[in-house]
């Protein structure tokens, strides 16, 4: 079957593990995805295109689920198998661990759970009540009587705590207290981590014996869709006393080197970056614009050492900051997403460090 191929595919691939390919084959996401997809700008419905719908949800590809009131920003998805499979191995399950799943969506990670755990010991919240709903049919439908709850995941779901694991769906840029207190001591907490410089790493973290602090490093790179209270703003300011020069830094070193971007989002938290064709600039070329809600900069993409490739206002001189947090990066050895980790307490305090919990850099 279709639903086979894909099983065998992430085999091959090395992304899903021997341990979790019975769950895989036994729940196929095609049992999980609802009936219209949202692909290539357009909804794609199941009852009038049948071949279409099975090739995609039969693809290894993350598929949009429901989209946000503006009608374009995507708000749920079935993750991509691949991305599933390797945040499933990062949980290190084993028989008897209780599970908090947070971001039911279509119910499918809960199912492939319950399916390798016991449904008694998967509990999964969702934010929104209509997609908690049909989860929890689909759910039942395949005798799969997970504990599916309407509620914030940021704030977890005390009442079934504590938990051996928790595993995260949506991308926060503050790991929440809450999480970490309703882990058990020793327990594992995985959640896509990001910033609004660069959205962002998978974050493995283990709850201490105090139970009021985690630490762990990155393992992948994946970006999530925001957890809804953790959105990036993308701020308000205004455009003035513009300062020009050129750059010592080629912007595309940043905006094409994912170890770059991350390691600069780490360093300088609340920066967001975008790329951009500025057709109203008289050089009519591209560029890399970063800003904090109150300073603004842009550098160039062509031509970016010319006398006015870089245009900065406000307090900060923000493309400075970059280059310099990109020099530091390079300093560290360009060290990969992978090199870099988090201590996080309940109170709310995020150590990043580098190679070891001991070498605190930001």
């Not at 390919?21 to 196929?28: D, L």
């Not at 009021?212 to 790179?221: K, M, Q």
Request: a negative charge.
């Amino acid at each position: 079957m279709q639903w086979n191929a894909l099983t065998d595919a992430l085999r091959k691939s090395g992304a899903l593990s021997v341990d979790w390919e019975p769950a895989f084959r036994a729940v196929p996401r095609g049992l999980f995805v609802p009936d219209r997809i949202h692909h290539g700008g357009e909804w794609v419905d199941r009852a009038e295109r049948p071949v279409e719908w099975r090739e995609l949800v039969g693809s290894d590809i993350p598929l949009v689920t429901r989209l946000d009131e503006d009608g374009s920003t995507p708000s749920s998805s079935s993750s991509m198998p691949t991305v599933v499979a390797r945040m499933l191995r990062h949980l290190r399950v084993a028989d008897g661990i209780r599970v908090l799943d947070v971001g039911t969506g279509t119910g499918w990670t809960a199912a492939l759970l319950a399916r390798r755990l016991g449904a008694g010991n998967v509990t999964t919240v969702e934010l929104d009540p209509e997609l908690s709903g049909a989860a929890r049919r689909r759910l039942a439908a395949n005798r799969l009587p997970v504990k599916a709850v309407v509620g914030d995941g940021m704030l977890g779901h005390p009442a079934a705590a504590p938990y051996d694991r928790v595993h995260v769906t949506a991308a926060v840029q503050r790991v929440p207290g809450a999480l970490i207190e309703q882990t058990a001591p020793g327990g594992v907490i995985v959640v896509p981590y990001g910033t609004a410089f660069c959205n962002g790493g998978l974050l493995e973290l283990a709850v201490a014996a105090d139970g009021r602090t985690a630490s762990g490093p990155f393992v992948e790179d994946v970006a999530f869709m925001w957890a809804r209270d953790q959105r990036p703003g993308c701020g308000e300011f205004e455009i003035e006393d513009v300062r020009h020069g050129p750059s010592a830094l080629d912007p595309a070193a940043v905006a094409e080197r994912t170890d770059a971007a991350f390691a600069i989002g780490l360093w300088l938290p609340g920066l967001f970056r975008q790329e951009v064709w500025a057709g109203y600039d008289r050089f009519g070329t591209g560029r890399l614009e970063v800003w904090d809600g109150v300073s603004y900069a842009h550098c160039r993409l062509a031509d970016w050492d010319g006398r006015h490739a870089v245009a900065q206002s406000g307090p900060r001189n923000l493309w400075d900051e970059v280059t310099a947090a990109h020099a530091r990066w390079q300093d560290q050895g360009e060290p990969g997403l992978d090199r870099f980790g988090l201590t996080v307490t309940v109170e709310g305090e995020h150590r990043v460090w580098l190679d070891d919990p001991g070498h605190v850099v930001g």
